[in-house]
Structures are given as structure tokens and as C-alpha cells.
């Protein structure tokens, strides 16, 4: 607020309302002045906050009494003449229906609140040991049914099944299984394709623990692996390696990028490597800092981010090997302890 010498801010987006409060639950506005915070939310969501709240009023807005959420916030924020929000959580409805609440003077101001998650605490990253450690815990114990004649699908409900009985909240995103020449779609759903000897299988999955999310990869192959197999993994093995042991406070994530893209392209792969290295990852699967060619963001102690190469060859299949490492000064530390050599599947 200070920065961007607001007189209150209305905040909308469910991660930053949880990150700053404690509050789980959504639906709700986080209105904050240089005097009180309060959590605006409906009958579905009063109990809840007000357990959860420490140091936030709560506030019961009744929609059905022709009031809505904006003009709660208008109410509070009439006063003054510059308010904030946090516009990338806005639709431009919600946008429309706050000026619409508030007097005609004032300035409403778009901020990006993004990069207050940025660094994790000992809290958040205890957390994100715990999400990792199911989701550890559920990749071994699929390892050990895996065969031949399986389906996708069926392989992608068995992990999430084996993460939720381990203590999973939820599943980070869309568990991806491809298998095969689908090994060559970086986002491959699961379908019905049966699992073939030859194939690649590409795992890409994520717990949920407290809120924070784990994100792994691990690609296996179906069968005794032959040249072209072990070609392309060592490949991507030996760049996901250079990504942890390259990754270090002061430089940025365009800079890791472009390191780990060098080294495929110096192995005649550059044009099958068609995705940023990585992202941040947290209470969101997907947020800040972006490891990639637009990361201008400079790395720092406390970020957690994922560092993923991989190489796609339509038609033929891929390989994608995945951590979520924690910055330190000693370097970047992975938060899975799943293994990386090339896992046959016989």
C-alpha cells in the first residue's frame, strides 16, 4: 500500500487471502486500510473465518437483502480516494461492479500482489516437505504395480488415490500419464492407450498438504531400455542436473533458462525443448519466480521453484524429468528424494 500510496486495498485472489490471514474458504473480499483489516464474506464462510482469524474482523455481507460484496467494500472504503486491487484476480465484472460501487472521485489502481509469496518461511516450506513426502510415498508404491496392459487412466487414478490415502488434500493439477509416442505431449491427459513394452511413460503429479503443492516428474520405461531410450534420458538427466547445480541466488531465471536450453541444443535436442524450465510453485501450482525465458526476476534464498528439461519427439515419444528445489546459499536443494536414474519397467 505504501508503495503504491494507496489509502485501502479490496483483495480478491483465494491464495493471497489464505497467505496473509489463515482463511481457507472463498468467495470473500480482504479489505485492509492503514487502521483495520476485514474479511468480507457470506453466511457459508462467518463460522469458519471467524476460527481461523486472528487478527482480521469478519464481516457477514447478505446478498439476499439486495446487497452485494462491493458495496460491503464501498462502505468501508468510501472515504477515500485511491484504492487498491489486486486486478489479475478481478474479472473485468467484478472490476465494473466495485466502480460502479464506489463514489465517482475515486481512483481505483491495479497492483500485483504476486510476489509477496515469493519467499517461502520455515512454515511454508515444512509444509511443502510434507506434500512432497506423500507424493513421494505414492510414485514408490505405483512403481511397484506398473505393467504392461495398464491404461493411462488407470495408472493416473491409482496415484491420486495412493496420494489422497497418504494425506493429500487434493491433487496439485491433472495428474499427467503419456505413454508412448503421447510421451511427446508435455501436457498429456490420460486416456485409455494400454501400456506397450518400448514405450516411455511420462508421470507428471502433485500432492496437496496444508495448501501447498509438490510438482514431480518422472519418466519410465516400459521394458529393457534400448540406445534411442538411453540416448534422449541421459540427455535430459545430465541437463536436469545442470539446472539444480546452476541454480544460485543473484542470478535470474532467463539466465537459468538459457543455461540448460544451451546444453540441449549442444546435444542436437534444442528444437525438441519447447517449454520454460520451470516456475514457482507454492500455495499456487504455477507462481512466481518464472524459470524461463521472461524470468527477469532475480533468484534469492527461500524460493521454491521447479527446474524440468525435457525433450518431445512427435510421433516417437519423450522423456521429462522433474524436482521442486528450495533455494539456499549453498545452492538449490530438491524436495523430493524419488530417484532419477532410468527406471525399466520388466
Known sequence: MKQHDLDCIAIKDVCTIRYLTGFTGDSSILYADDRIAVLITDGRYTEQARSQLKYCRVLEYKADQGNSIWNTVAELAG???????????YSFEDARALKKALPENTEMVSVSLRGLRIIKDERELECLWQAFKISDGAFDRLLKEI???????????????????????????????????????????????????????????????NGYHSDTTRTVVMGMANSW????????QEAQYRGIKGARPGITGKELDAMIRDYIES???????????????????????NINSRGDTVLKEGMVFSIEPGIYIQGKGGVRIEDTVVLTSEGAHSLTGLKKTLTEIV
Open 79 to 89: 472515504k477515500y480516494r485511491k484504492v487498491g486491487f489486486d486486478g489479475d484476480a
Open 267 to 289: 546435444r542436437g535436442y534444442g528444437k525438441y525443448f519447447n517449454h520454460g524450465l520451470g516456475h514457482g510453485v507454492g500455495l499456487e501450482i504455477h507462481e512466481l519466480p
Open 229 to 236: 531410450h538411453r540416448e534422449i534420458y541421459t540427455v535430459v
Open 147 to 209: 505393467k504392461a496392459g495398464m491404461t493411462e487412466k488407470e495408472l493416473a487414478a491409482r496415484l491420486e488415490y495412493y496420494m489422497r490415502s497418504l494425506g493429500s488434500e487434493g491433487v496439485s493439477f491433472d495428474t499427467i500419464v503419456a505413454s508412448g509416442h503421447r510421451s511427446a505431449l508435455p501436457h498429456g491427459a490420460p486416456t485409455d492407450k494400454v501400456l506397450e513394452v518400448g514405450d516411455f511413460v511420462t508421470f507428471d503429479f502433485g500432492a496437496v498438504y
